[in-house]
Structure formats: structure tokens, C-alpha cells
């Protein structure tokens, strides 16, 4: 069976909680700074592809209604959850991801923290140079 990986910033519940669909099969949590100067707490998930929709919903209605999303991702799509709302993005496709961006702009989201089509390939493409990828 295929899966999607859900990341979560814990800090856009409005509960702080994560939705209970999505209860117990939380994989790990860690710090990570957002736009290199605000830290928050990041939670990653395994959602089996079947359920990925169901969830990026359940996400949707339990965010903060400003500032934040959360997104689901597996080598071929991205479903990124927004406030009440969800927006699939199939990989490299540039109309979708400006519609996600335009999307997130309703909600108060800077630019710089919605590079959707950098996240297939880096996980937190806002995060600070890692000294491995500066010495390629």
C-alpha cells in the first residue's frame, strides 16, 4: 500500500492537537525554524495514500484560519491543506502551484514560505543552507 507523508506545524492547531483520524500513527516530531527566525515544532505523519484525502480535510478544518498550512506529499502529488480548504497539486504541475500560492495568499501567507515545487525535493526549502549542500 502506497503513503503519503503529512507536515504539520503543531503550533497551526487551533487546538493543538492533531485531528483524530490522524491519531497514533504520528511518526516523529523536531524543531525547526521558520524562515530562520521563528522556531515552532514540526509533526510528520505516514497517511496511507486512501486516506490522504480524508485527512488533508480533517487538517483543513482544524488550522489556524491565518498563517498556516499543512501538506501531505508522495512522489507524485501534493495536497496542501489550507484553512477550510484543500488544494491538490500533481508534481510539476506550475498552474496548480500557482493556484496553491494564490490560495495561501488569502490567508495571510508569506510568499516565501509556499514554495510547494521545491518540497518534492527539499523537506523545508525555507530552512536554513545545510553545510552539506554547500559543499556540492
Do not use: C, N
Request: proline share 9%.
Amino acid at each position: 500500500m502506497t503513503s503519503m507523508r503529512a507536515v504539520v506545524i503543531t503550533e497551526s492547531l487551533t487546538g493543538g492537537d492533531l485531528p483524530a483520524v490522524l491519531s497514533g500513527i504520528e511518526d516523529r516530531r523536531y524543531p525547526h525554524l521558520l524562515d530562520e527566525r521563528t522556531p515552532i515544532e514540526i509533526t510528520e505523519l505516514t497517511v496511507p495514500a486512501g486516506q490522504a484525502p480524508a485527512a488533508a480535510l480533517a487538517l483543513s478544518a482544524v488550522l489556524k484560519p491565518r498563517l498556516y498550512y499543512a501538506h501531505l506529499i508522495d512522489e507524485k502529488r501534493m495536497l496542501v491543506a489550507f484553512p477550510h480548504t484543500v488544494v491538490d497539486i500533481p508534481r510539476g504541475d506550475k498552474d496548480a502551484i500557482a493556484h496553491a500560492r494564490s490560495v495561501g495568499a488569502l490567508f495571510g501567507i508569506p510568499d516565501e514560505q509556499m514554495r510547494f515545487a521545491e518540497m518534492w525535493d527539499t523537506d523545508h526549502p525555507d530552512a536554513p543552507a545545510q553545510p552539506e549542500a554547500d559543499a556540492r
